[in-house]
């Protein structure tokens, strides 16, 4: 399984971003997929999973900021992110859950700019 994130960049107090995800190997529509992201001396934190029913959750951080979305029959996840905040900032990482196992990929920095 192999996970490819991308759509990061510096962006505004304010601004928009959509991160993408692209999953290969895997049997996607069955797995559970998440949006994680760790900040500079932080420790990684959940920011926003579907499962396969296409149930999200959010962290309460992001709550109405942030859309989790994922394609019914192809293989990306998406993480639409408005009115970004500098405490934002941070290396967002894509992981999937699949058959008791877990893959995390390569991770996109977003950068917030106040």
């Known amino acids: 399984v192999q996970l490819q994130a991308s759509g990061g960049g510096l962006v505004q107090a304010g601004g928009s971003l959509r991160l993408s995800c692209v999953a290969s190997?895997?049997?996607?529509?069955?797995?559970?997929i998440g949006w994680f992201r760790q900040a500079p001396g932080k420790q990684r934190e959940l920011v926003a999973t579907i499962n396969r029913g296409s149930s999200t959750n959010y962290a309460d951080s992001v709550k109405g900021r942030f859309t989790i979305s994922r394609e019914r029959y192809g293989n990306k996840v998406y993480l639409q992110m408005i009115n970004l905040k500098p405490e934002d900032t941070a290396v967002y990482y894509c992981?999937?859950?699949?058959?008791?196992?877990?893959?995390w990929g390569q991770g996109t920095q977003v950068t917030v700019s106040s």
């Open positions: 190997g895997t049997a996607f529509s069955s797995s559970a």
């Open positions: 992981r999937l859950n699949e058959g008791g196992r877990t893959y």
